[in-house]
């Protein structure tokens, strides 16, 4: 296959950040997808109603002129958010997910929950109006190895909230390991998971190619090329529990090309070709659609995308750099090539 049309595909995980960095991503993002989850970790984060919608204007307002892109809003969930918050957070119509990370496990997270027990009203509310939980799901237990953080995440703290909120909606965001794939699938089915494109596409040698790559860095961080598997066949099962989150983090360069450089890779610039990629390696580009384009939208019970895009068969060579606020950012696979071409 050459060419292949689907449906609009939607992001159902993204960091735009604010200001000019927003200005510089939103364009790659908008030329792809009608929709996107835009992740509330800003500096403060957006953890209120009213900051999630004052964000939602400055993104529209960021959008270039001929484009269309609706921006799906989140709350950041603290040890502090009241039952109410939640639901002046639905009653919005705007917000569509509450996102949990634990303190500390990422970028922006100081504020993130200590202990899931304080957010108990929270969780009641989400659980009773149907607003899903969007997890960070790392523990940040310093004596856990990084690599484990995830999979000891599962048993320690995700089997637990379930068995509590039976009727909550949760989202296990960009799942790294066979563990969280295992789990997911095993799960009920208002549980699903978003799979990024360079989970898909990379394992962890990819950040110690020839030396440290630090753009090759992300949290959770690349797994064993066994975990890459398994989500490549999670994505390609037609499982509408698994769908598209490009998780597309940008950094300035001189952020991440530090001696504590910061986790996140931009993938913006080249996402649904870099998913149309790692479908077409894995010869199930009839599978990219609904994994894309039609299985996230379902769950969030929105719409599905009523236009089409067009994907060409033809490599095409990445910029090594992205103009980003006075710096630049250095996007997934710079300088070098992308079998798929965006029509
Ligand atoms: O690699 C990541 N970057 N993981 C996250 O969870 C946060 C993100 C960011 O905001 O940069
Ligand atoms: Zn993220």
């Given amino acids: 296959m050459t060419t292949i049309s689907i449906r609009r595909p939607d992001d159902w995980h993204l960091h735009l950040r604010d200001g000019a960095a927003l200005k510089a991503v939103l364009p790659d993002t908008a030329a792809r997808f009608a929709r996107a989850i835009v992740m509330p970790n800003l500096r403060p984060p957006v953890t ?26 989140t709350l950041y969930l603290t040890d502090n958010t009241s039952a109410d918050e939640i639901v002046r957070a639905k009653e919005s119509g705007m917000i569509h997910g509450v996102k949990l990370y634990p303190a500390g496990a990422t970028t922006n997270s100081d504020s993130g929950v200590s ?18 939980l969007l997890v960070h799901a790392e523990v940040t237990d310093a004596h856990v190895d990084v ?21 909550l909606k949760v989202v296990f965001e960009h799942i790294t390991t066979k563990d969280a794939a295992d789990f997911v699938i095993a799960a009920e089915d208002h549980i699903a998971a978003t799979i990024t494109a360079h989970h898909l596409l990379m394992n962890r040698n990819a950040m110690f190619t020839g030396g440290i790559r630090p753009h090759h860095y992300c949290l959770p961080v690349l797994k064993r090329e066994e975990h890459r ?35 996140g890779m931009y993938t913006a610039h080249a996402a649904i070709e870099l998913y149309a990629e790692a479908f077409d390696a ?9 994994f894309a384009s039609i299985y ?19 490599a095409w060579t990445v910029p090594e750099s992205i103009p980003y606020d006075g710096d630049v950012l250095v996007p997934l696979r710079a300088g070098q090539s992308i079998a798929w071409k965006l029509a």
């Fill in 48 to 73: 209120t109603t009213a900051l999630a919608l004052a964000y939602r204007q400055r993104i529209l307002q960021a959008i270039p002129a001929g484009m269309q892109f609706e921006p799906l809003m």
């Fill in 115 to 132: 202990n899931l027990g304080h957010c108990v009203k929270a969780l009641e509310v989400m659980e009773k109006v149907g607003l899903p």
């Fill in 147 to 167: 690599f484990d953080r995830e999979k000891v995440f599962i048993d320690k703290i995700m089997r637990p909230l379930l068995q509590k909120f039976q009727g």
């Fill in 229 to 263: 598997q398994a989500l490549v066949n999670a994505a390609i099962s037609a499982n509408p529990k698994f769908f598209l989150g490009t998780d597309s983090a940008p950094h300035a360069r001189s952020a991440k090309e530090s001696s504590c450089g910061c986790a």
């Fill in 282 to 290: 894995a010869n199930a580009l009839d599978k990219l659609e609904g």
């Fill in 296 to 314: 996230g939208a379902n769950f969030y019970g929105l719409p599905v995308n009523e236009t089409n895009i067009t994907l060409q068969k033809t």
